[in-house]
């Protein structure tokens, strides 16, 4: 309580929260582009590999995903 009798109300710091979700969610979108690159290599009947093309694309797609994650915050004009 501060000195007129009201009870402090404490904020947490939401940066640790942000960066442990975001780290999970990074960390499924691997493993879930993992395991499509395992699937179609069986289905394909050869070992999983990933040519420069396909690193290239899948960069990029997760560049313009990161894009899309910072302007949500609304701060480009």
């Known amino acids: 309580m501060d000195e007129n009798g009201t009870p402090e109300v404490k ?46 694309k899948l960069g990029l797609v997760a560049l313009g995903a990161m894009r899309q994650v910072a302007q949500l915050s609304g701060s480009e004009k």
């Open 11 to 56: 904020t947490t710091n939401p940066k640790p929260m942000f960066l442990a979700i975001g780290g999970v969610i990074g960390a499924l979108m691997g493993l879930a582009t993992a395991f499509l690159l395992i699937q179609r290599a069986e289905r394909e009947h050869r070992t999983p590999a990933l040519s420069t093309a396909e690193g290239i």
